[in-house]
């Protein structure tokens, strides 16, 4: 099992930022995929960003030249640095770690999300 803690979120105002960090504990060494995704009201959870073994991989359109995914500590931790956050980035955030062979999804945790909102 992997546990994972999100933290960083909050409100920030039109064109802010915001700094999200999530840290992985338990058994890290079967993680080789770590990012983020969100979940706005009345909406699917979506892709925001990840990483495989500490190099990002994906990003949505939406938040490119915005949001900036990093990790650390061996795949431990990983941070999502959003800047100019606009009035469609609020949601739930949340955290995911997946163990994957290629294509496959052996494993995947998901920390609880940590709400974000984008107001004046």
């Known amino acids: 099992q992997v546990q994972l803690v999100e933290s960083g979120g909050g409100l920030a105002q039109p064109g802010g930022s915001l700094n999200l960090s999530c840290a992985a504990s338990g058994s890290t060494f079967i993680v080789n995929t770590m990012g983020w995704f969100r979940q706005a009201p009345g909406k699917g959870r979506e892709l925001v960003a990840t990483m495989k073994h500490d190099v990002p991989v994906n990003i949505t359109d939406s938040v490119k030249g915005r949001f900036i995914i990093s990790s650390g500590n061996r795949e431990n931790t990983v941070w999502l640095q959003m800047n100019d956050l606009r009035p469609e980035d609020p949601a739930v955030y949340y955290c995911?770690?997946?163990?994957?062979?290629?294509?496959?999804?052996?494993?995947?945790?998901w920390g609880p999300g940590t709400q974000v909102t984008v107001s004046a």
């Open positions: 995911n770690a997946q163990s994957r062979a290629g294509a496959m999804v052996i494993y995947a945790f």
